[in-house]
């Protein structure tokens, strides 16, 4: 082995970021952390380093900048409030599987357990919301710690690693050779195919006269997009996929069914309901897409393929699984199976979709609906633009209305559902690809949660357009309390809210207000032919809900689906049309 150089702990940071890949990260500098980013400073020429006007910005631009590339997110804050600010960040990318190192500053050795200034036990906190944590104790262990943490937040099911480096050993000098190699096994992480597993998943597919393909958010991580169409394509079966999973299958192709779960479609909750086989592929039966769990899709023999072993099982047993590379998998599973019509249970889908597709109408004369807004944003950037959201009515819009074709091209946080989080993702996915329209499609709540970050739009003249779809309401809230709290609307109007054209003005960006249809085209058109940062305001209807519904803890066959039909009035029909004969 060569000798290694005299360097500071800093450098050895620096060097492994680079020999990993890094191009980029994002961060808040402050005194326990001031070594590395002095390293950063002078090796400014190999690496970007954003400065974010909040460590909550930092971390959501980083998930943004992974979700977008696939590649590891990097940030970095300083020890105490640095280090706790990326709390929430954490667990969205750990609830989402989002690859990511987070590196923090700590107090330096001596210090620790003192309450010392800015002192935070950031391991402990951090221990239930990472995929794993490092407190670096030695200098000479600090290059391995880095490569690992890479290798951890990648590998099997992907998420963030925080790196704690007290300020001690990122400022001393060691001679410590570069590690070539993680110091664990990939198969720690992406166990072997079970193909016993595979082949009585192809029996069960040939068995079967309903079968539906429920995949998600893990089909995109493992980059297996490819794989999943040409199963799809192959078997003829019906695709539904997740929030999470968007983007995993086209939208425009004739097998696909829409998004299942609480605001999914129609179609796809009933087919949940209906199919006898269901082929869950990288998604994790949350309570998002179950619904009642004694009623989740009753029907059907289940089968599961995941990277994750502890999803399998965990809500949901299942009749046959197998863990491992998606890709291997699929492709082992395609060959097996042959080619079948399923016409009787394309027809019941097709029926399904005409009784209660996805859709809305918009009166030119009347308030602007906020569907016809996400549906204009989908017609002006023809479906290929990075959309990130917020959390609330418009990201289920934004969700329904907006058709995505490839992966990596929508960007939310699913499993946490973290208000803020759109923006920064938006930011980073815009680093990760400087050309493309990157648009966060926001809720005037959300997005004065982490709005300061648009001071790094400005400077770095980012094309990112924020869309606020602003019905002056916590939207999400208020359709809770419309429904199920006699519309007391505790603490959902928020009335008092910047001018969001003056607010762009102040940050020298190009602000836009629509009122009406017509506005809402012309001004969302103009923000997208001009290059660089925009924020678009668009008022909406306040009284609109995301249908379908189901409400928490219902069954999924018992969605609300438009404000005249009521809950019971749903269930009523049910009852009515299984009295008949099983279909609705
Ligand atoms: C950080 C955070 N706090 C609270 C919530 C609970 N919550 C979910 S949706 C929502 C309302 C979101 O309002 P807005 O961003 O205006 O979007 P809208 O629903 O009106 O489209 C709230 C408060 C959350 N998801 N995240």
Redesign the pocket.
């Known amino acids: 082995m060569a000798k290694a150089k005299l360097k500071t702990g800093a450098q050895m940071v620096v060097d492994v970021l680079v020999d990993e890949g890094v191009e980029i990260l994002f961060g808040l500098t402050g005194g326990a952390i001031l070594p590395v980013f002095d390293a950063l400073f002078q090796n400014r020429h190999r690496i970007q380093l954003v400065d974010t006007r909040h460590e909550q910005g930092a971390i959501h631009m980083a998930e943004g900048y992974a979700k977008a590339t696939g590649k590891v997110g990097v940030c970095i804050a300083t020890s105490g409030p640095g280090a706790t600010n990326l709390v929430t960040g954490l667990t969205d990318a750990y609830m989402d599987s989002v690859p990511l190192v987070a590196i923090t500053g700590q107090v330096p050795s001596h210090l620790i357990g003192t309450d010392a200034f800015q002192e935070a036990d950031v391991v402990g906190i951090t221990r239930s919301c990472t995929k794993h944590n490092f407190l670096v104790k030695n200098i000479q262990e600090l290059p391995q710690v880095m490569r690992d943490a890479f290798f951890i937040a990648r590998s099997g099911r992907p998420g963030p690693v925080l790196v704690d480096i007290p300020k001690d050993i990122a400022a001393a000098s060691a001679e410590v050779p570069m590690p070539k190699a993680p110091s664990i096994p990939l198969s720690k992480f992406v166990p072997t195919p079970d193909f016993k597993q595979v082949e009585r998943m192809a029996e069960l597919i040939a068995a079967a006269k309903k079968p539906l393909i429920y995949a998600g958010g893990g089909v995109i991580n493992a980059n297996a997009s490819e794989a999943l169409y040409k199963f799809a394509r192959k078997t003829n079966i019906p695709v539904t996929l997740t929030l999470m999973g968007l983007g995993a299958y086209p939208a425009n192709d004739r097998q696909f069914i829409d998004m299942l779960g609480m605001h999914g479609s129609y179609r796809a909750n009933l087919a949940l309901t209906y199919c006898d086989l269901l082929i869950a592929i990288g998604s994790r039966f949350d309570d998002r897409v179950t619904g009642k769990l004694s009623e989740f899709s009753p029907h059907s023999k289940k089968v599961h393929i995941d990277v994750d072993p502890t999803s399998i099982g965990k809500n949901v047993s299942v009749d046959a699984h197998t863990l491992g590379d998606m890709n291997v998998i699929l492709g082992a599973l395609t060959k097996l199976c042959g080619t079948k019509e399923y016409e009787g249970w394309y027809d019941e889908l097709d029926a399904w979709n005409k009784k209660h597709p996805l859709a809305y109408k918009q009166d030119p004369k009347a308030k602007v609906l906020p569907q016809f807004a996400v549906d204009e944003i989908f017609r002006l950037t023809k479906g290929d633009a990075i959309i990130t959201t917020?959390?609330?009515?418009?990201?289920m819009w934004a969700a329904q209305f907006y058709r995505f074709n490839k992966p990596r091209r929508w960007i939310t946080s699913g499993g946490l559902?973290?208000?803020?989080f759109g923006f920064p993702a938006a930011i980073g996915a815009s680093f990760a690809y400087p050309d493309a329209t990157v648009i966060d499609i926001?809720?005037?709540?959300?997005?004065q949660?982490t709005m300061q970050e648009l001071a790094v739009v400005k400077q770095y003249d980012l094309n990112v357009k924020t869309v606020v779809?602003n019905?002056r309401?916590?939207?999400?809230?208020k359709q809770w309390q419309d429904l199920f709290f006699d519309k007391r609307y505790a603490s959902t109007s928020i009335p008092a809210q910047p001018d969001f054209v003056k607010l762009a003005d102040c940050y020298g960006i190009a602000g836009y207000r629509a009122e009406t249809p017509k506005q809402t085209t012309e001004v969302l058109a103009e923000a997208f032919k001009r290059k660089g940062p925009a924020i678009v305001e668009i008022v909406v209807d306040e009284e609109e809900h995301v249908y379908p519904m189901v409400p928490a803890g219902g069954a999924n066959k018992d969605m609300v689906l438009n404000k005249q039909q009521d809950r019971e009035r749903v269930i009523a029909e049910i009852a009515k049309a299984k009295a008949k004969g099983g279909k609705r």
Do not use: I, K, P, Y
């Open positions: 917020e959390v609330g009515q418009h990201q559902g973290t208000m803020g926001a809720g005037d709540g959300s997005f949660m779809l019905n309401f916590l939207g999400m809230v």
